[in-house]
């Protein structure tokens, strides 16, 4: 299948600092790519979608402003927590959406493990 | 998306099948079933998927009813490395701008 690859896998910021997550597919483009957050024995929860050329359609209750998101090329997107703090810490995972005739199919990130101290 | 159910959890022994039952019974005549598994503090990883027929790939088979309304994923010899959440989700296959919308799942421990 599909690769995506995710970096960092884990990081640890002071509270205050900014953090930025790489999201990269390896072997196919991908114009679409969605970054979800997962919290502790919790489903994975979408927070926005990420459209290359374009800006990112955030849900609701997701700060835009906070989580910056960069589409720059069909092959990258990261994820920039800014000002990070405590509760922020959670896992974080994207995913690339690779299209395979008239069927699409999604690759996932190995995540990024954050903790805000 | 239609919504599907799961049971929580599930233990299986080691070297024996894992079925692992989905209840869609709302899913609509265009929308495939797909599997997805996510060990622990790893990203999901894609199973298998399918329409109506059943399917079998390197690491699963995939049993959907004739009605459509449940399905069953099974993994045939279970190892402690399949120790993971299964997810089912329903969903079209087109698109390339719907994202997936991950239920509970189904924690599933394979006891040695």
């Known amino acids: 299948g599909a690769v995506v690859s995710q970096h960092p896998s884990r990081v640890i910021c002071k509270s205050g600092t900014s953090v930025k997550i790489e999201c990269r597919s390896l072997?196919?483009?991908?114009?679409?790519m969605f970054w979800y957050r997962q919290f502790p024995k919790q489903s994975l929860m979408l927070m926005a979608t990420?459209?290359?050329?374009?800006?990112?359609?955030?849900e609701q209750g997701v700060e835009k402003d906070k989580f910056l998101i960069n589409h720059a090329s069909l092959t990258l997107s990261t994820l920039t927590v800014t000002s990070a703090h405590p509760e922020d810490s959670s896992f974080y995972i994207c995913?690339?959406?690779?299209?395979?005739?008239?069927?699409?199919?999604?690759?996932f990130g190995q995540g990024t493990r954050l903790t805000v101290v | 998306d239609a919504k599907t159910t799961q049971p929580p959890s599930m233990d299986c022994a080691e070297g024996r099948a894992a079925n692992l039952p989905c209840n869609h019974s709302?899913?609509?005549?265009?929308?495939?079933v797909y599997w997805y598994r996510q060990i622990h503090s790893q990203g999901p990883q894609y199973i298998i998927h399918?329409?109506?027929n059943n399917e079998t790939n390197e690491m699963a088979s995939l049993i959907i009813t004739e009605d459509r309304k449940s399905s069953t994923l099974i993994l045939p010899h279970a190892t402690l490395r399949d120790t993971a959440v299964y997810y089912c989700?329903?969903?079209?296959?087109?698109?390339?701008?719907?994202?997936?919308?991950f239920g509970s799942g189904t924690q599933l421990t394979v006891l040695p």
């Open positions: 995913s690339a959406r690779y299209a395979r005739g008239r069927e699409t199919e999604a690759f």
């Open positions: 072997d196919f483009q991908a114009t679409t």
């Open positions: 990420s459209n290359e050329g374009s800006k990112a359609t955030y």
């Open positions: 709302t899913i609509s005549g265009n929308e495939y």
């Open positions: 399918g329409l109506k």
């Open positions: 989700i329903v969903r079209t296959p087109s698109g390339s701008a719907r994202q997936l919308t």
